[in-house]
Nanobody, 119 residues
Framework: QVQLVESGGGLVQAGGSLTLSCVVSGTTASIGAMRWYRQAPGKQRDLVASITRGGTTNYVESVKGRFTISRDNAKNTVYLQMNSLKPEDTAVYYC?????????????WGQGTLVTVSS
């Protein structure tokens, strides 16, 4: 059974940094795109950053220059380095991965990790 375990969330002051990690286990399938989403209270879940297996990255405009997504394919792990954090970055952050199967693709989600940025 595929499991995504996130870690690294917490409380930080504005201007601080956090690094989120998401480890994928329970599968021998190839992992395609890996993404981080976030959901602030009362709002929809939005894509923050994505990275392809080959390392191509994309970011939502609001985090460009502050967040860095990276992955370690050997460890089935994706990271989100978050610098210069702002109160508006407060949200539950979710890891999302796309498994490449013989019959197609399948997405999996982590349980989420809370990031709180105080002003």
């Amino acid at each position: 059974q595929v499991q995504l375990v996130e870690s690294g969330g917490g409380l930080v002051q504005a201007g601080g940094s956090l690094t989120l990690s998401c480890v994928v286990s329970g599968t021998t399938a190839s992992i395609g795109a890996m993404r981080w989403y976030r959901q602030a209270p009362g709002k929809q879940r939005d894509l923050v950053a994505s990275i392809t297996r080959g390392g191509t990255t994309n970011y939502v405009e609001s985090v460009k220059g502050r967040f860095t997504i990276s992955r370690d394919n050997a460890k089935n792990t994706v990271y989100l380095q978050m610098n210069s954090l702002k109160p508006e970055d407060t949200a539950v952050y979710y890891c999302n991965v796309v498994m490449v199967l013989t019959a197609g693709y399948l997405e999996h989600w982590g349980q989420g990790t809370l990031v709180t940025v105080s002003s």
